[in-house]
């Protein structure tokens, strides 16, 4: 899970402070620094047939389930053999062999769509799940609402995770909802809520894997809302001079990976040396990631008016990048 | 060939789908013990089960968007409004989520948006509206408009077994007003095809859903006439059949063009550019347009009867042109 | 509140049992038979300058808030001098000067509108609160989740009152939403929620003053779940089949229009004389408006071209039967 | 007269309103201390206080119901969305709300709903969307589309004191990349007005928002090959201007149309209609339309650019169009 971590905070550091200001990324740019732990700790659990529905800031989960770094920064730098062949941006990468389904812009619309999958799911019986992602700003959408209604009353296996990093943009949680914690939510559809601590991957882990044991024995959908704090602007251009120094302060002693690595040292799982090592990886992989995607050819211009539609014309084939649908699942 | 209702040629179109393949399901609102509101579901659940009828909350944004994930599973789900006027609480998840997915990441969305549209029962403003125009120019999504029980049978199948989100318009006013012969054997209409109703060769009128009725008597009355007036059934409004309607106007050389939907922005807007733009040399007079006048659709029927379009309507504007 | 229920009662059981059958109402028809209550006891205490969004199926809100049977029964037969001018139908009648103002059929759309004029009634410090019914089946949109939410964070003189009947078209509730109770809903948002006998008007009044009282003072909005049952088919087609006949004789024993006659009998505060007299009066009261409205002409289809913008040649003026703004409030 | 950003131009026009009229108050995400994605709304909480302008959660279809409840109490709500694109999760209630209250029971509902709209920024298929036509298309709506600093003022500032529900659409690209003259005393541009942008006698070429920056460009460089392109700049969309685009066509007898949406039921086929329905006399040449192709707005910027019309490829059909 470290690796994770620190994959997560050193790409998308790359993405934000380097790629972003080189201008090889253009448009916008959202990352999930301080945030890492939740998607780390939840879709490390998924097993192959499970699909993940990530929010803007949930990088891990892509990588866990099976994406490369190549696929991700071609996709970044809107390079013609990324996954969507720069017709769209950011994490908007999706696979249903590997079981991701990627946000739209459109905050909350991924909920339903998880139903959705979830109802597919429970039809095959296999005890599959379904992981939503998404900001506690999100919440305010009525999206949410139908989408937590309908799979409570279907007894849908679908878990539901509240990413609350306490900004939606520039607008805190007073702003956004009026209870203390949001997991009372829960209470209200007729399925078990619970706050955890985000920062905590290992909380986020035994909270997930207690909803998707309810999930998978057909006992339906749980709300988590797991407390995190967003500890960079809302997108690269965003300095974030509406959140206090102190709260930045704050939550930088709480750090995920901070955390993580004082357990795994003190005991004694890891070394400092082992996490460098770690460390030396991730960059190389980054490294070699990132000269790829560079290399990689922009698209064509005419190649903007194909795959409008599913048809004989499909030009999805020619992707190059895209594996064998088998989904490659790494643990740590 | 059996006689049969645009209702329940539509009803036999799906329940043939759902024999013939067991990923089509249909959700919605009453669809199951009720059947629907206008029974168009009814028998379903008894048939295939409550796993494959499934009764939803009232929450027309969920229904699209967890037909949207089922598609995606490999499903192909087919959704109900209860009156297509419901749609624009569906909207975000119509136009943004199923109508991209194919175009950002390759992914199959094979679902049907299925209900009654139209005006002519007294609906008033919120059971009345024709909202197909809003989808005509989302690209990603197909549109389609029976006006027969043949076209409404074929293309919910075609529908259901197209690979892209379809957009299936059912006019309410035509359920149990008309009836015509649809084949006991399997067909399906294709999308994007139009369908000549009349042949004629002083005037194409091109109209689709039930304004093909009104096109019909209006070019009866015309013949008494002397005017031999073509009609154009489009019965897809995205894609449309450009071919069928430039071959028409080739021929005529006039156009008139009908719908029930309001004027500014409707159907007759895209065809009128398309044939101004490709065939001018073609055409010996103006395009005509006879549409709804720009109000919401009005309830009481003295009001709505003159909102909408009708055979004499249509047969005046027509007299005109064909003398022009 | 005994005349606003039978007035309720009777009127319309002429519009769904005699009016519709002789084709005289076209389109659809939603009455409210059984849960009359709700409306009377919730807005008989509204004053002016208060704002009332009933649902479909709140015929005594309006009478209440000063719409005479003639504009009321004008308007379901379509006529040109009824407060739609023949445009809407049913109960979609609305006056600002009356503080009224009616759904759409999409359900739930006027939870976010009633959060608009309470942003104004607060802005203005009156202490003046909209109160908005919805069914319990609305519950499930998006719109009313985005409502409330939005109402606990501004904290906006806001009463939501949830008309539970049971069902909503064919389908009960726990194919709708997955607790017991609705109530707890309000916690949910941050605002008081309570279940309440939705058949005792006296019930009724009581929950709704104090929720008004909350908000008159600045405390914000609440939740009400008045909890009812719908005594015929969703609509005058609509034979209900899917019914338990069990129900309909349970519910009937609580007919909130037989409990108020027996307290108001046992505590003597009206004969059984004095009763008769009230139904007289609304017998005669129904007739008249019937007569006038059957009598009153249907609009010029030419009509229908104006107003779908407010502007020079707006026609709204020559309605004739709109009495002044000021809203009569009767009470009893 | 001081020379102004487009952005700076919108941000002035709300804020003289907003001082005029107490009854003016903003509603949108992150408008108050964040001053707004864009910063159009920057300053104004500190200058108007938080009564009148309201930071609300992220609820687009209560903001926009919100706005109607307050317009019905008399107010006159401006909201914004943080980009046009996500005004379909409000789509609900602005097409069967507000758009169809006055019809109805004769109540005002003034609002405007604002945001930027748009693409060339490479803001990718949710942040480009260019959304007009689903509200053109939407009797009860008005639709207004700047092009210029002096047009962005005077419009909103029209949009604020107009009694109806109007959409205003800026366009991002312009924000911060035009300049012009704003005058500095009071003035509105009225709704329903288009604006010859330049003067021409061979050809119309009529656009509208950012296109018509291209089209400027594009009659620049015919002047010099020795055509001569009168470009009209419709400004209103809904209700549009009729009478202008007409005259320019008795004047150049061809017409261009343009625009940055996609193609298939866009604004140039209502045009197309209006002129080949009342104009038939006066064409000379087919109605040509250049616009975006009919798919989502790529992200990636050379799939952007293609996808966009330009100068270039308007220069390229009216010289086809000048020759025929
Ligand atoms: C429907 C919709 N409205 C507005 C936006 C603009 N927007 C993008 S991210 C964001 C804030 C999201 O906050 P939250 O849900 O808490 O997620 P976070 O970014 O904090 O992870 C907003 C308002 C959007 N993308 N979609
Ligand atoms: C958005 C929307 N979806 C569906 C409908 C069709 N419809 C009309 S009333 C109704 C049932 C409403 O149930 P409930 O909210 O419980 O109110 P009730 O009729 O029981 O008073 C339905 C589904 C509608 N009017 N609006
Ligand atoms: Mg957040
Ligand atoms: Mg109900």
Redesign the interface.
């Given at each position: 899970m470290l690796y994770y971590l620190k994959l997560t905070r050193a790409a998308e550091e790359r993405i934000e402070r380097v790629l972003y200001r080189q201008g090889k990324i253009?448009?916008?740019v959202y990352v999930g620094r301080g945030q890492e732990a939740i998607a780390v700790g939840a879709a490390i659990q998924l097993v192959e047939g499970d699909?993940v529905l990530p929010s803007h800031r949930d990088f891990a989960a892509f990588v866990i389930r099976g994406f490369t770094l190549k696929e991700i920064f071609c996709n970044w730098m809107?390079?013609?053999n990324g996954?969507?062949r720069?017709?769209?941006?950011?994490l908007?990468?999706?696979?249903?062999g590997r079981g991701v389904?990627?946000i739209?812009?459109?905050?909350?619309?991924?909920?339903?769509?998880?139903?959705?999958?979830?109802?597919?799911?429970k039809?095959r019986g296999e005890g599959r799940v379904?992981l939503v992602h998404f900001g506690e700003?999100?919440?305010?959408?009525?999206?949410?609402?139908?989408?937590m209604?309908?799979a409570?009353?279907?007894?849908l296996p679908v878990i539901f995770i509240c990413n609350n990093n306490a900004y939606?943009?520039?607008?805190p949680t007073?702003?956004?909802?009026?209870?203390k914690d949001l997991a009372?939510?829960g209470?209200?559809?007729?399925?078990p809520g619970a706050k955890v601590d985000g920062n905590d991957v290992l909380a986020v882990y035994s909270a997930v894997a207690e909803a998707i044991r309810l999930a998978r024995a057909g006992r339906g959908p749980s709300f988590l809302e797991c407390r995190t704090f967003r500890m960079t602007g809302h997108s690269a251009h965003d300095m974030a001079e509406?959140v206090p120094d102190k709260l930045f302060a704050e939550w930088q002693e709480k750090d995920p990976i901070g955390l993580l690595e004082r357990k795994l040292l003190s005991s004694r799982i890891l070394t400092r040396e082992r996490i460098h090592e770690i460390e030396k990886t991730i960059e190389k992989e980054i490294d070699d990631a990132v000269a790829f995607a560079d290399s990689s050819p922009?698209?064509?211009?005419?190649?903007?008016?194909e795959?409008?539609?599913?048809?004989p014309k499909?030009g999805?084939e020619k992707?190059s990048l895209v594996p064998s649908p088998s989904s490659v699942v790494r643990n740590n | 060939m059996p006689v049969m209702t645009y209702l329940d040629a539509i009803r036999q179109g799906i329940w043939e789908e759902m024999e013939r393949d067991p990923s089509v399901f249909l959700l919605g609102e009453d669809i199951g013990a009720y059947g629907g509101a206008f029974k168009v579901t009814a028998g379903m659940l008894e048939k295939f089960g409550a796993?494959r009828v499934?009764d939803?909350?009232i929450?027309e944004?969920?229904?699209?968007?967890?037909?949207?994930?089922?598609?995606?599973?490999?499903?192909r789900?087919v959704a109900e409004m209860q009156f297509m006027d419901f749609i624009s609480c569906g909207f975000?998840?119509i136009v943004?989520?199923a109508a991209?997915?194919?175009?950002?990441?390759?992914?199959?969305?094979p679902l049907v948006i299925r209900g009654p549209a139209g005006a002519g029962v007294h609906g008033g403003p919120f059971h009345s509206q024709s909202n197909e125009m809003w989808f005509v120019h989302t690209?990603?999504l197909?549109v389609v408009v029976p006006a027969t029980a043949y076209d409404a049978k074929g293309l919910i199948k075609a529908a259901i077994r197209d690979?892209?989100p379809v957009l299936y318009f059912e006019h309410k006013f035509l359920y149990r007003r008309i009836k015509d012969d649809v084949p006991e054997e399997d067909y399906t209409v294709a999308i994007g095809q139009a369908r000549i109703a009349r042949e004629g060769s002083d005037l194409t009128l091109i109209t689709y859903g039930a304004m093909v009725w009104a096109a019909l008597e209006a070019a009866d009355t015309l013949a008494k006439e002397g005017v031999s007036v073509e009609v154009v059934d489009l019965r897809s409004l995205l894609p449309y059949d450009e071919q069928t309607v430039l071959a028409s106007v080739r021929k005529t050389n006039k156009v008139l063009l009908l719908h029930e939907d309001t004027r500014t922005g409707g159907m007759a807007g895209e065809l009128a550019a398309l044939i101004a733009e490709t065939s001018f040399e073609d055409l010996d007079g103006p395009i005509v347009r006879v549409t709804a006048p720009d109000t919401p659709v009005p309830f009481s029927p003295p009001l709505e009867e003159y909102f909408l379009p009708n055979a004499q309507k249509v047969a005046e504007a027509a007299r005109k042109l064909a003398a022009y």
């Open positions: 253009v448009g916008g699909v809107g390079r013609a996954p969507t720069g017709r769209d941006n950011t908007h990468l999706g696979d249903m389904i990627p739209i812009s459109h905050l909350g619309d991924t909920c339903p769509v998880a139903c959705g999958v979830a109802m597919a799911l039809q379904a700003g999100t919440t305010s959408r009525g999206d949410v609402h139908e989408a209604n309908w409570a009353v279907m007894k939606a943009y520039s607008t007073e702003k956004q909802y009026a209870v009372v939510r209470a209200a559809y007729g399925m509406y922009m698209p064509e211009g005419p190649t903007a008016l795959d409008a539609y599913c048809g499909c999805w992707t | 796993e499934i939803t909350p929450s944004s969920a229904i699209v968007g967890a037909a949207v994930g089922a598609a995606l599973m490999g499903m789900p975000d998840q943004n989520m991209k997915i194919h175009y950002r990441w390759g992914a199959k969305v690209p990603g197909k690979d892209n």
